[in-house]
Each structure stands twice: as C-alpha cells, then as structure tokens.
C-alpha cells in the first residue's frame, strides 16, 4: 500500500516497506560508505521495513525513532532523529561512528535541483511553521563520507509515496538515490 493522503510528515508512526521495484539500488551508496560486499548483499536481498514511532517531547521538539529489520526479523540499523537541527553522534554496527542533525525544512533553502524538485508540496505542511519537508544530515569522520536526505512524499505512476532522496558525498565523488517506501497495513 502506498500512502495514504492522511499520512503526512506530521506522524510518520506506523510500518514502511522499501519498494525495491520503485527505489534506486543502493549498492553504490553503501559501497562509497564503506559497507562490506557480505552485508550490501544482504540488504540487496532482504526487504526493509522501517518500524517509526514519531512523537513531540514536553519541549514541543519532535522526534522521530527508527528501528530498521530485514526479511526474517534481522535488525538493521536505528535512527534517532529530533528536528531541532543540533548535532548528535551515534555509532551502529553498518555504517560505525556518525554526528547528524535533523530539521523541517521547506524546499526553497535547496539548491541541489536532485533534491529539490519533484516532491508534493501543497497541502504538506507539516512544520511547526509550515515546512512541507525533513532534512537529516550525517558525517562520518573516520570514513571520509557525508550523507544529505530529504524526506517528503511524491506522485509515481499516479501513486503517492514516502520517498526519501539521499546524497552521499566522499571526496569529489558523489552518488544520489530514491528511497520509496510502502505503508504497512496494521
């Protein structure tokens, strides 16, 4: 199932299975992050679904929790994302040692036209001050790489999706993918 027009940035809290048909393959992105042959070729082949639970602390700053499976309940990685934009490290056993920092974000502040265009804007307001998409940005110092996402939703083949656009960046070389995800049923 796609996602529904209820199903905005606002509360992404439910199951979301990569749609590997409408996605990019991942295998450059990960490769230039330095993950082994062994684990891209598990991904490769294991559906991803990412368990999200979203929900406004007592400070009025959202946050976004991630718990990421593959196929046969294999756990992947975990995000903790707060929108408030400040650098948090985190270290996972795929992708080691990281600092990233989360945001709203409206589209005009993007000058990648990767990034930038394409996305559903109108009537996806979903910021505290109208943003209508999520930034997360992540560095890994020890492995020389930048990860750059945009989250939002898009129109495929007259089909809304979650979609994230990711940008990775090591050195001068650069490599871009769509993630498309399908809502779970509960």
């Known amino acids: 199932m796609a996602a529904p027009a209820e199903i905005t940035l606002k509360d992404l809290s439910g199951d979301w299975v990569m749609n590997k048909t409408l996605s990019d393959d991942t295998d450059a992105l990960l490769t230039l992050q330095g993950v082994g042959w062994f684990t891209r070729k598990a991904i490769s082949l294991s559906t991803i679904t990412l368990h999200t639970k979203q929900y406004t602390d ?12 593959l196929s046969g309940g294999i756990s992947g990685t975990s995000e903790r994302r707060t929108l408030d934009w400040t650098e948090r490290e985190h270290e996972d056993h795929i992708f080691g040692k990281l600092t990233g920092k989360t945001r709203w974000l409206d589209l005009d502040a993007v000058e990648d036209p990767y990034m930038k265009d394409g996305w559903l804007s109108e009537g996806e307001q979903s910021g505290p001050g109208g943003e209508t998409h999520i930034e997360t940005f992540v560095e890994n110092k020890d492995g020389g790489w930048t990860a750059d996402q945009i989250w939002g939703f898009v129109i495929i083949d007259g089909v809304r999706y979650y979609t994230r656009r990711v940008v990775v960046k090591k050195g001068e070389v650069v490599v871009k993918a769509r993630l498309v995800y399908d809502r779970q049923k509960k």
């Open 58 to 69: 007592d400070k009025n700053t959202v946050h976004i929790d991630i718990d990421q499976t």
